[in-house]
């Protein structure tokens, strides 16, 4: 994509938290871009509603507003969406994913000096490629009994012999599609990223031995595209990858999680399914402090959009006390997007020494005291006028 030095970026605020870590975000961001291009590159930031805003403001909590600027724009950035309990509704995170296609997430996962509970967590340097289009999340399910369950339950039983003991009377039933061009487009979004990113060690995670049309499948399409013209001289499936080169290997998902905790360097980059994307990406940014310290992006063909990884956080709202680094990452993991690759880098280094000097909102703080170690603790604007201030 062609990036020109002035881009509008559409932003949703988010729930709960969003109004206290989105102003914190865009500040740091502001600041790095001014500081490396001295006023030759710019964003102009606009609000988009969704959500509780969206809901006083237009009675509907997507507006169709909202969605048509989205697909306009190239990149856009959002806080955290609660999905009100009890008042049915699809979530607004499942409408935006799906409407707009993006269909691989990435959850870079990385450790910043923040307090975490392994040894070494420097070891920890890891993206996760989930899928975001595919597998149980489709919501295609018969409940226990229900009427529409019977059918598809006969259907499997009498017309392709499946045991009974398999789908017994009384059993739920969740489909689980998984198909070749979702799993080859997201393939080749990881590659390339991994190609680009200079990592090494690439594997495809599944549960291919149990499910073998599925996850089985997923994985074999995989090494199908690492035998693509783009990739054919770049992916190996054996042997070490030489400069240029990544290595590309099947696990298996038990194995995978196990792996992170024991011996996460081990693995540069990790390509999975929806469902296991969910666990791998979670486990991945708890052996880093939790998802409050991760940021992602939702990618499709030609934009993106990134957001904090964690929810709401209703129960610290308004306290001004939240952790703004989920967004703030995933702000700049929008300009390495973007190619504006110095601005980003110029934030991550930032953080690093602010955490270093043992400043940051109270979890941080929190978390450093607990190992003995002295340390600030300060709203989520100081927060990031501090970072700032390390530029
Ligand atoms: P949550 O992440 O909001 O909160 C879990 C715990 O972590 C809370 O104690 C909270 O105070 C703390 N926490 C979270 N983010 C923090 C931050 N930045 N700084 C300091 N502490 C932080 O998870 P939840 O309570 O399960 O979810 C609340 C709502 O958020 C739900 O409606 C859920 O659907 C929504 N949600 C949205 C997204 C999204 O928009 N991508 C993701 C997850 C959950």
């Known amino acids: 994509i062609e990036v020109p030095d002035r881009v509008i970026i559409p932003y949703i605020e988010g729930d709960g938290i969003g109004p206290e870590i989105t102003p914190a975000m865009i500040l740091v961001v502001n600041k790095a871009i001014e500081k490396v291009y001295k006023g030759s590159k710019l964003i102009y ?22 969605l048509e600027f989205l697909k306009e724009a190239i990149v856009g950035i959002k806080g955290p ?7 049915g509704g699809k979530s607004l995170n499942a409408i935006l994913r799906q409407s707009m296609d ?12 923040q307090p975490a509970p392994i040894p070494n967590p420097e070891r920890v340097n890891v ?22 369950t019977k059918k598809v339950r006969e259907f499997f039983v009498k017309e392709m012999g499946v045991d009974e003991f398999a789908l017994p009377e009384d059993c739920g039933i969740t489909v689980k599609p998984m198909s070749e061009f979702k799993t ?3 393939v080749r979004k990881a590659l390339r990223w991994a190609l680009e990113n200079g990592k090494k060690v690439v594997a495809v995670v599944g549960k291919g031995n149990i499910m073998k049309a599925t996850e089985g499948a997923f994985m074999n399409w995989a090494f199908e ?18 400069e240029g080169q990544v290595l590309l290997t099947k696990v298996i998902t038990d194995q995978m999680l196990m792996q992170l905790v024991l011996k996460p360097e081990a693995y540069d980059v990790i390509i999975t399914q929806n469902l ?22 939702n990618i499709g063909d030609g934009y993106a959009l990134f ?23 995933s702000g700049a993991m929008m300009l390495e997007y973007l190619g504006w690759k110095e601005a980003a880098q110029l934030i991550y280094s930032a953080i690093k020494r602010a955490i270093e000097d043992r400043v940051g909102t109270p979890d941080i703080a929190n978390g450093f005291k607990k190992m003995g170690i002295e340390a600030k603790s300060l709203s989520t604007m100081d927060f990031a006028q501090e970072i700032v201030l390390r530029m």
Do not use: C, Q
């Open 102 to 113: 993006f269909y691989s997430a990435i959850r870079p996962v990385y450790w910043l000096g």
């Open 184 to 186: 080859k487009r997201h």
């Open 225 to 242: 595209v690492a035998k693509e013209e783009e990739f054919k001289d770049r992916v190996i499936t054996e042997g070490e990858p030489k």
């Open 81 to 87: 969406l609660g999905t009100p309990v009890g008042k």
């Open 45 to 66: 930031w606009v609000e988009l509603l969704a959500g509780d805003k969206a809901e006083a403001k237009t009675g509907k909590r997507m507006p169709e507003e909202t």
């Open 307 to 329: 957001e904090s990884t964690h929810g709401t956080a209703y129960d610290i709202a308004g306290k001004g006390i939240a952790n703004p680094l989920s967004l703030t990452l």
């Open 127 to 148: 993206a996760v490629f989930r899928e975001n289009s595919d597998d149980v999340y489709m919501g295609i399910e018969y409940m226990p009994k229900a009427e529409d």
């Open 276 to 297: 296991n994307g969910d666990y791998i990406s979670d486990l991945a940014a708890a052996l880093v402090g939790g998802p409050g310290f991760v940021p992602s992006g």
